[in-house]
């Protein structure tokens, strides 16, 4: 199920950390990227640099990882649609998936394809910032759909659990989409919000002298190229939408009963209502030295939503003991 | 103008941090504390610790420090209100400004009083959680009055400047309080409701296991005692109604955006409001290396405006060359 040969397109932060990473795990890696910059780098990383995407296509790799950015994403696929040999399996790194998905379709590739997103990154970016590092305990969302194909299935997982040594879930694309619009894309734009609200404070040069360890934090993925960042949104717009329209009225909520009547009793529930994150929180350190290892088999048909349920439950993929017998560890369950 | 011996009330982890550091400065330094648990640690540490407020009160400090929690402010002062010698200073370190000196001149210790607050701090709370480097590099808003003694002011300052080491600004109360909302207590009610976002989605182990990087650092102000948070955003109830509404219109006015038409320009708008934070960020390690010292002569009247006006221009007091000559440095002017 571990494939031996895989092609990366895009030798980015991303890509290139990846493809560093899958070399150094004794994987044959071949890479494309739209720009020869990073091949002596890369070359000098054992990794073997294509002139051309078609060429990598025609290296018949057993998988093929698309790195490049999603805006890249038509074209990429265009150039791959009529050259990618159909033992070839497809897979990305998208931060979303419902759209790269109907991309893939659109292109006749829809039957290889298994999304993937790493939950890895930084602000930096380009191949200059790659390090097989940053996927250290990095988790995996892996999208399939009711027909997707099991040994395509096994052969992105192979890659995550075998050759990354990664954890991974697996889930439909618009609960991926909707999970990463919570934990990511909304949070981007308030964090641009918060920085909004200062520049626009007519006392912007004190609150800057005062601003401390909370306001770094909570503003620092503002800092990073907001282009990237609006594309981002963009790609996710409905459940970005969805999710700021929720956390405007939480906000207005709590301004109202700041200024007004029932003030106890709707500030005692605001700030309790996050106390299960707080607790598992608290005990995160402790779960993940000490939660136990759980063998499920999985069934020929419905596996996808076999899997999807144990992601339901907080429990991650950690490996494949055969190719039907997961090993999980509930790690994201929060009470 | 710098004290010699300083008393602190209250050693937890703002108050020890202080005693220790002004300890390790050459001061000499007398605390009370409301149980006697820190005291072995803090006699130990070089701290004379001592029975009773009235008892610190009676050593006659030539500033006396209040580092207890704000609840019990009006309690302290209480106390306080018959025993103070007249020649003691006082001064506190509470996040919030004008409530503090409301409280203060409601005990007829108005005369006496310059507020501050130093911006440091971390999750942790307690005598053992003291440490004097977190002072390092810290800046302290320094609030004054149009009546307020400059012989006191000077106090104060010398305790930040001259034995702590760190800089400071001066401003208004009603300035102070609207910045650190801005900076500080809204951003904390912005995490809790992420918090709470999440905590209410059905997806919300799967949403956990996705969080990354951008989650944990936007979230991680909201792990702290919510109780705490709540009492920090209470004291500051209408500067953080108002920039909640604020950042809430924000949102929504992204939500339309995506949803809507008009899309690309004003998203574009969103994305590049921001922009003089990222460039003043991207520059700061510079500017905290390079910025020039600027010597300003003080007025014996006016002498507050013109300690304000230097706030507003994102200059910083580093030290005290003269009574009447402030050093500054242009280190949090956003151009």
């Known amino acids: 199920m571990t494939p031996q040969r895989i092609g ?107 999304g993937a997103h790493p939950m890895a990154g ?90 401390a360890g909370s306001w770094r934090d909570m503003t620092r993925v503002a800092l990073t190229d907001p282009d990237r960042t609006r594309a981002m949104v963009e790609e996710d717009d409905a459940n970005v939408s969805r999710l700021l329209r929720d956390v405007s009225s939480r906000l207005l909520a709590v301004a109202d009963a700041l200024d007004g009547a029932g003030r106890d009793a709707a500030l005692a529930r605001f700030f309790a209502e996050g106390d299960p994150f707080r607790t598992f929180k608290t005990a995160q350190t402790d779960i993940l030295a000490h939660a136990p290892e759980r063998i499920v088999e999985l069934p020929e048909h419905g596996w996808q939503t076999a899997l999807t349920d144990l992601a339901r439950r907080g429990e991650h993929i950690v490996r494949f003991d055969t190719p039907r017998t997961v090993v999980v560890r509930e790690l994201s369950h929060i009470g």
Chains 1, 2 share one sequence.
């Open 8 to 114: 990366v397109v895009g030798l980015g932060l991303i890509g290139g950390s990846l493809a560093c990473r899958l070399h150094d795990a004794g994987c044959e890696v071949l890479a494309w990227n739209h720009t020869t910059r990073p091949y002596a780098g890369a070359e000098a990383r054992g990794i073997r640099c294509l002139p051309t995407i078609e060429a990598l296509a025609a290296a018949q790799p057993d998988l093929l990882v698309l790195c490049n950015p999603l805006k890249a994403m038509p074209e990429t696929l265009a150039a791959l649609a009529g050259v990618l040999d159909e033992r070839t399996t497809l897979t990305d790194v998208g931060s979303v998936k419902g759209m790269v998905r109907d991309q893939v379709e659109a292109a006749g590739l829809g039957e290889r394809y298994i």
């Open 122 to 211: 930084n602000e930096r970016s380009g191949w200059s910032a790659a390090d097989p590092a940053l996927y250290d305990d990095a988790l995996w969302a892996v999208t399939v759909r009711g027909d997707s194909d099991y040994r395509r299935f096994l052969s992105v997982a192979g890659m995550i659990t075998g050759l990354c040594g990664n954890r991974m879930i697996v889930v439909d694309d618009r609960t991926h989409d909707r999970a990463a619009a919570l934990i990511s894309h909304m949070p981007h734009v308030v964090a641009t919000a918060l920085v909004n609200e200062l520049v626009t404070d007519p006392e912007r040069d004190i609150a800057t002298a005062l601003a």
